[in-house]
Each structure stands twice: as C-alpha cells, then as structure tokens.
C-alpha cells in the first residue's frame, strides 16, 4: 500500500485555468504538507496542516489554496495557473508537528502549463 | 537566501568509491538535520538524520558526520553502487516541523 498518494501523476494544462491535486495518507499522522521542486530540483515548503490546522503558510500566491477535509487528505487548489506554476508539487506527512518529525513524501504530481 | 548550501552540485564516482556530498548552515536554531534520496520520478524518501549533541552516525554504508562549531554536515556514501544513483539532499529542520532544503547533489556511481 502506498503510504501518501498523489493525483494526478501528471497535470497538463492552460494558462489560466484552475486545477486541484489530491493527496491521501494512509499512515495515520496528524501533520500533512505541500512542497513544489522548480526545474533544477529546488524544494521549498508551501503549507503544512496539523489535524486540518494550518500551521505553515509560506510566501505562495494566494492563487495556491490548500484544503484539508480530514486528517488523512490534503488537497491543493491552483486557481489562475501561471507558466511559472509549472513545476513538481509534492504532498507529505509526518506524525505530528513537533519538532524533528521525519517527514513521508508521495511520488509527486508534475504540473506543466502550455 | 540560501539557509542551506550544498556542494556539489553533481558528482561522479567509480563502483566501489566512497561519495561525499557537504553542506552547510545559517541558523544556529536549526536541530534535526535528515538527508533524502530522490530517484528520477520519485518522492525525497528519508534515508539518514542526525541530531547536534552527536557528530557522527552511521547506518549501513551511509555516514553522516557532524561539525556544530563549523555548521557543516556531510554524507558519505561507503562502497558507491551504481544503484545509489540519485539526487541527495540535505535538510535543517528547527522550531518545529519546516524543512528547508539545500539544493541538491546529482551522484552518478559509474561501473
């Protein structure tokens, strides 16, 4: 069983339009979150929700909406895409949100916008 | 700004060679330093973490060595495979649960 699923896999669309990425965990942890690695493999947090809290919200465009219905999904919203968007999203988990908690990562969604 | 710098950017090895990926730190607050292994269309999966109070720790052939003085930490990658083939990157996490990353090393193991 995969520990945190994404979908889609892949996500190619148009400029301006709005897209949504799911992500599930299946381990059990209360702390979920969004990273994006650009084209030379850069990665950089963009949210993390403790038992649907959000706790992290990075300096992201408030065209990025994060929505947590439970503890075990989070999904990423993208309204307005941007070529800039272009990127691989990756969802991740950790047990809690204390400190030093390894953090689980799903196998990403790659984003390309024509 | 670059919290955490990794060197090299990419790296060649021989089988059976010893990989050493370096990097270092800014934030004195920063408590929990993990390494991940990325394969091409893959997730950063955890591979080895180390904590400040001690410098070294080894878990197979993967040797994280530690210098709080310096705020640098390094990898070294005993008897390279050319299955740890990969992108390495380090992390610092502190305060809580944000990873910052360092930008990553592409490590070749040549036959």
């Known amino acids: 069983d995969t520990a945190v699923s994404q979908t889609p896999k892949y996500l190619v669309t148009q400029m301006g339009n709005d897209k949504s990425i799911k992500c599930e965990q299946n381990?059990?942890?209360?702390?979920m979150y969004w990273y994006k690695q650009d084209s030379k493999k850069f990665l950089k947090i963009m949210f993390s929700?403790?038992?649907?809290?959000?706790?992290i919200n990075e300096t992201v465009p408030n065209r990025f909406s994060p929505k947590s219905p439970d503890k075990a999904h989070l999904n990423l919203h993208i309204n307005s895409l941007e070529l800039g968007d272009s990127a691989v999203y990756f969802c991740?988990?950790?047990?809690?949100?204390?400190?030093?908690?390894?953090?689980?990562f799903g196998d990403g969604t790659r984003l390309s916008i024509l | 700004q670059q919290q955490v710098k990794q060197s090299p950017q990419s790296l060649i090895v021989q089988k059976g060679g010893i990989s050493i990926i370096n990097c270092a730190y800014e934030?004195?607050?920063?408590?929990?330093f993990p390494w991940y292994q990325q394969f091409p269309g893959k997730g950063p999966a955890l591979l080895i973490a180390?904590?400040?109070?001690?410098s070294e720790k080894k878990e197979g052939r993967f040797t994280i060595s530690f210098n709080k003085s310096a705020k640098q930490f390094s990898l070294h990658i005993m008897d390279s495979q050319p299955g740890d083939s990969a992108t390495y990157f380090c992390?610092?996490?502190?305060?809580?649960?944000?990873?910052?990353f360092g930008t990553g090393t592409q490590l070749k193991v040549e036959l």
């Open positions: 992390a610092a996490m502190g305060g809580g649960n944000k990873l910052t």
């Open positions: 934030n004195t607050a920063f408590d929990y």
């Open positions: 991740a988990s950790s047990q809690d949100a204390g400190g030093n908690q390894p953090q689980h």
């Open positions: 929700y403790n038992n649907k809290e959000l706790i």
């Open positions: 381990l059990g942890h209360d702390t």
């Open positions: 180390i904590r400040p109070d001690v």
